[in-house]
Each structure stands twice: as structure tokens, then as C-alpha cells.
């Protein structure tokens, strides 16, 4: 599927993507050592204008969003906009682990130690929703899929959590971003949004 978003007109817009697993949060590349990465810009044909909001790493998938429109991107990257990620983990989750995430967990943010500040966390057991991908037979172990959704953006904060609590992210996605929704979206779909 390739979509042209190029938009000529004066007036900002606003799109949503699923930035399929595999893929850099990012149109055009700029250092050597990522020549052979896959962006975003191989998916979509956009106007130079056009900034991804927010990032989610090469082995997340998910929602994000696309504008032309700074002030937007500031707002919704900002602490005043929750994001919600599920996420498949190594292990079963249990309530006491849910009651760690929500209160706050110790991970390393450049080299320092950094507390989370409080979560939403619970465990999600209808998976539907979710675009379906393989990542491992059951014969490796027992996995298991719970919600968190936080206010700040650390460099792969929901992964070192998760880690922390001795629950390796499998697979993680971001299905909202404030009001936006992931929905039934499948990878690479794109689609209009009103701000």
C-alpha cells in the first residue's frame, strides 16, 4: 500500500498512521549507521512540512500521529496527554506487579536512576483488537498482555519497566494517544483526523 499524503494548501493537517513493527519513527534518514533501516517515508509520500509527533522505537508498532502543525505536536507530546500501550510480556502478570507498575517503577534514564511517576495499569485478557503478529510459539513459555498508559515519554520507558518488574516486553503497542484512537487499524494504514 502506498499513500500520497502530499497535501498542497496553506492550512495545517493532521493524519494518523499504524507505524508497522520494523520501521523508524522518522521520513528521511541522516546518519550512515541507519542506511539500511526501513522509514516511514517508504510508506507515505508527504510534504516536506510533515513531522512524525512523538516516536516509538523500530520494534514498537502502533499509533502516531502526523502534522504539519507545531503547536500540536508540542501539545500532545506534552505531560497533559496520556499514552496507552498494550504489551505483551514474557510471564504471567500478577496483582502485585500491577500495584508496582501503578505506583511508580526505578529505570535508568541516561545513565541516572529515574522513578516513574504514577500509572494506569491493568491486565487485558481480549486481545481482538490487536492486529495479530507472530513473535513465539507457547512451547517458549507463557506470555501474557496488560494495558499501562502513561504521561511522560522517556526513552523506552513502558520496556524498561516492564523489565524491572521481571516481565520482558515482547510486543509492544501503542493503541492511544488522548482522544486518537488505534481502532481497527492495520499496518501502514493511514487516516485523516480533525483537530
Not at 57 to 80: C, Q, R, V
Request: hydrophobic share 35%; charged share 25%.
Amino acid at each position: 500500500m502506498f499513500y500520497n499524503l502530499l497535501v498542497i494548501m496553506k492550512e495545517h493537517h493532521y493524519f494518523k498512521i499504524y507505524k508497522p513493527y520494523g520501521y523508524l519513527s522518522q521520513f528521511v534518514n541522516h546518519q550512515n549507521k541507519r542506511r539500511s533501516k526501513k522509514l516511514l517515508g517508504e510508506l507515505f509520500d508527504i510534504s516536506s512540512e510533515t513531522m512524525a509527533v512523538g516516536r516509538l522505537d523500530e520494534k514498537s508498532e502502533g499509533l502516531l500521529l502526523l502534522t504539519t502543525d507545531g503547536k500540536f505536536s508540542n501539545y500532545i507530546t506534552s505531560s497533559a496527554i496520556e499514552k496507552e500501550y498494550h504489551v505483551m510480556v514474557d510471564g504471567i502478570i500478577t496483582p502485585e506487579i500491577i500495584t508496582e507498575l501503578k505506583n511508580g517503577i526505578e529505570i535508568s534514564v541516561e545513565g541516572k536512576a529515574y522513578i516513574t511517576k504514577p500509572c494506569e495499569a491493568k491486565i487485558i485478557t481480549d486481545t481482538s483488537h490487536i492486529f495479530e503478529r507472530y513473535v513465539r510459539d507457547e512451547r517458549h513459555g507463557v506470555t501474557s498482555w496488560l494495558s499501562i498508559t502513561i504521561t511522560e515519554g522517556k526513552f523506552r520507558q513502558v520496556r524498561k519497566m516492564t523489565a524491572k518488574v521481571g516481565l520482558p516486553t515482547l510486543r509492544l503497542v501503542r493503541v492511544r494517544i488522548g482522544n486518537y484512537k488505534l481502532e481497527a487499524m492495520q499496518p501502514a494504514e493511514v487516516l485523516p483526523i480533525n483537530y
